[in-house]
């Protein structure tokens, strides 16, 4: 269900789809690709053909990090890393857009990263000057990415998701209110961070679908709706 107005304004090739542990984003994902072959899915930006972007991008960053380092408030190397996994994105996925003009689905894209440093980083991200340096990541972001696909489902069915699979998670070891609290901050979290998006000048619109109701079929023929609708009405990227 497409909860955001404003979705005409370009076609929409930059989609991250989101949500918690569970709630069935790479099979979304692998599901999108196979009713349309022209929807690149891209999983974590882990190939080798990204480590150019990586090591430029960490040049970049070298400066900011030192006068953290300085000032006695240097990152956490997990932190830096997706500092740096944030910055490379982008010109990542321009170059990609110039290569071929597909649209391109992107599971723990900007949109991740930039959730997980806000609401789950060290006493550093605190700092007023990583604050600045996020927020001009996310404006970054907002004037690209186009659409948003929020993924999720009860926290009973997400945990018993998370169980039954092979895929190692932080909550398996929890208790059940351990994991219920994880997940409703991850959840606010991540409604923050897309209300911010949203905020900017032209900021991506935004689908939210329960997992647990809506069907895999009625989820992606109503995302490849809203991808052919925006395609139509809008304008270039």
């Not at 009713?35 to 053909?49: C, S, T, V």
């Not at 480590?51 to 006068?67: K, N, S």
């Not at 340096?133 to 018993?160: G, K, M, N």
């Not at 959840?187 to 329960?210: F, I, N, S, W």
Request: hydrophobic share 45%; net charge positive; with cysteine.
């Amino acid at each position: 269900m497409l909860i955001d107005s404003n979705v005409s304004k370009r076609p929409p090739l930059i989609v991250e789809v989101v949500g918690p542990a569970g709630a069935g984003k790479t099979t979304i994902l692998s599901a999108l690709n196979r009713h349309r072959q022209a929807i690149r899915p891209i999983y974590g930006f882990r190939r080798k053909r990204y480590i150019p972007f990586y090591a430029g991008h960490a040049l970049l960053l070298l400066p900011f990090l030192m006068r953290r380092g300085l000032a006695g408030k240097w990152p956490a190397w997990q932190e830096i890393n997706r500092m740096i996994r944030l910055k490379a994105m982008h010109p990542i996925v321009k170059r990609l857009l110039a290569e071929d003009g597909t649209v391109t689905v992107l599971d723990q894209g900007p949109v991740y990263t930039l959730s997980i440093l806000a609401g789950f980083g060290s006493e550093s991200t605190r700092d007023p000057a990583f604050i600045k340096w996020w927020e001009q990541a996310l404006r970054a972001w907002a004037d690209t990415l186009d659409l948003i696909v929020w993924l999720d489902a009860p926290d009973s069915v997400l945990l018993e998701r998370i169980h039954t699979r092979d895929k190692q998670h932080c909550v398996k070891d929890k208790s059940d209110r351990e994991a219920m609290d994880f997940l409703m901050r991850f959840r606010t979290v991540y409604k923050q961070v897309m209300d911010k998006l949203a905020a900017e000048h032209q900021g991506p619109a935004l689908l939210c679908y329960d997992t647990s109701q809506q069907s895999l079929a009625y989820i992606v023929g109503d995302t490849l709706a809203a991808l052919d609708m925006n395609t139509e009405n809008g304008g270039g990227s």
